[in-house]
Structure formats: C-alpha cells, structure tokens
C-alpha cells in the first residue's frame, strides 16, 4: 500500500478558519450510495483551496453541502461561526455554464441575485457596483449586450460579476472554466486570481486538472474513490501572483506528480 495515502495528515492550516467542515458524510436515495464518509475540512480566510478527485467521489456533492443547497446526512459545516443552514449572502458560487438568462441584459443577469433576495429598488442601488465589476473583468461596455451577443468566455465573467455582486467572503467554484478552449481557460484562472487576492476572498475550487489546481491553489485536497473522503491536503508553496510560466518550475512538477501519485494509487484504494 501507498505510504503517502495511509499518512492522513491533518489540515494545514494557514489562517483563520473561515469554513468548518466536521465529519461530514452524504448519503442519496435510502442510503444505498454513500456520496461522502466523514470529510473533514478547514478554510482559511483569504486562502485558495481546491479539491481533487476521481469522477464521481463526491466533489460537486461536497460543494453543494458546502453552499447550502443540499443538507448532509451527517456531520456539520460552519461558515464564519454560523452553521450552514440553506443559501447565504456571504456564499457565492460559479459552476460549469454560465447560465444567463437569455431575455435579460448582461447587467440585468448580473444583479439577478440582488434582485431576487432584496427586491428590484436594492438591484437598482446595486446598479453601479455591477457596472464596476464589469469593468474589474474586462467587459466595460457590454453592460446592455445580452448573453447571445457575448462569447463563453465573457459569457463566464459576466459569471463572475454575479456571483461577486454580493460581495461574498467565500467563492465556491465548481469547474467553472472547463467548458472553455485551453487558452481562454488558462487566461480566466489567472483572471480568477487576480480578483480572488484582490477582494481578499476565500475560494474554493473543484478540478479534474491537476495542474490547475496547483497553479491556483494555496492547499490541494486530495479526495478518494467514492464514498469521498479527505485523503490528503498538500500545501503548495509557490510564489503570489502566479504565472502560467511557473508551470516549468520543478517545484511545480514535484507537485503535479505527488498528486498524480495520490490518484493514481491512493485515491482507488
Ligand atoms: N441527486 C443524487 N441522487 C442520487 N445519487 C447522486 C445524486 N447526486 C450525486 N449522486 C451520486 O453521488 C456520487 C457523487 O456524485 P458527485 O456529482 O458529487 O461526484 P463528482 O466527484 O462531482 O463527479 P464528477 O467529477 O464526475 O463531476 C455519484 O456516485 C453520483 O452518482
């Protein structure tokens, strides 16, 4: 057996814990599949955490408890000492498709969340705070364009822009630029890091790709096959900002192979 997988280390931590997951498991239909087992998880504010594993180990499920959408079966999630009862303010989130509404204005999409929690007089006050955010992600000018009209990766800022429109102290992402071409991709993380280190946000982001995850990420979690547990949480020591150059530091490769390594073997076991 793998040494490095049986070694479950604790957490690292590297600040205040802003996000407290205990022994968290999920269960779907009558407890035939068993989602998640026990996963402990510590956030740190400010910090960008993302998640690894195979397909199906409970990644997106993990997020969803996390986000208030689905309650876990067992165990506790605690966000900024409140515990996580349904969907927060403080709590944003970006998946897969953007999902705009195609009948409403980029901006209109934008202030969408303002709109359904606050009302329309709240979405109208919140009116320049998007128009800012647009600018912040490069899409000044299209605050009137409508979702047609703009490609998947404006398509995925005018994401971003909504899902920061609350101001949330935690981004909960999951995959949020697969759907995208490798280059459009690799420009939008970068893009990601900026606003994340600039809002001083706590991200956490769940990725099928390695190398993402260590380009982006202060801690990797690594999860095993299904039920999903927290096999292992690796500290990736790498200078701030990133650059997709860093991709050829051999520190960077040390990194990509010991996650390898961990699904490969471990995350199977
Ligand atoms: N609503 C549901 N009802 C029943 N089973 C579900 C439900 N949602 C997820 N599952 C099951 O729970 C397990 C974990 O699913 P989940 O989508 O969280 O995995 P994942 O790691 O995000 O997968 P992928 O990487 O392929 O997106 C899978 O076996 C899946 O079939």
Redesign the pocket.
């Given at each position: 057996m793998n040494k490095a997988v049986t070694d479950i280390r604790p957490v690292i931590k590297l600040g205040k814990p802003v996000y407290e997951l205990s022994n968290v498991s999920?269960y779907?239909?009558d407890g035939g599949?068993v989602?998640l087992e026990g996963v402990n998880l510590s956030l740190t504010k400010g910090a960008f955490h993302s998640v690894i594993?195979?397909?199906?180990?409970?990644?997106?499920?993990?997020l969803?408890i996390m986000a208030g959408l689905t309650p876990p079966s067992k165990g506790r999630v605690v966000l900024s000492g409140k515990p996580v009862r349904g969907p927060r303010a403080d709590i944003g989130m970006m998946f897969q498709q953007a999902t705009l509404f195609p009948w409403r204005t980029t901006v209109q999409n934008i202030l969408l969340p303002v709109e359904l929690r606050e009302g329309k007089k709240a979405a109208e006050a919140a009116k320049p705070r998007a128009l800012a955010l647009l600018d912040l992600v490069g899409l000044k000018g299209f605050s009137e364009a409508y979702p047609s009209q703009l490609s998947g990766g404006m398509a995925q800022r005018a994401a971003i822009c909504r899902m920061l429109v609350s101001e949330p102290d935690v981004l909960l992402l999951d995959?949020p630029f697969s759907a995208l071409d490798e280059i459009t991709r690799d420009f939008m993380n970068m893009e990601l890091q900026r606003i994340v280190l600039e809002r001083e946000a706590s991200a956490f982001l769940?990725t099928?790709s390695i190398s993402e995850a260590v380009i982006l990420s202060d801690i990797v979690h690594v999860?095993s096959a299904?039920p999903?547990r927290v096999i292992r949480s690796i500290k990736i020591d790498l200078p701030r900002p990133r650059t997709l150059e860093m991709a050829i530091m051999p520190e960077f490769g040390r990194y990509v192979s010991e996650i390898r390594d961990l699904l490969d073997k471990g995350a199977f076991l």
């Open positions: 999920k779907y239909g599949v989602a594993g195979s397909s199906g180990c409970g990644k997106s499920t993990l969803k995959e769940v099928h999860m299904r999903g």
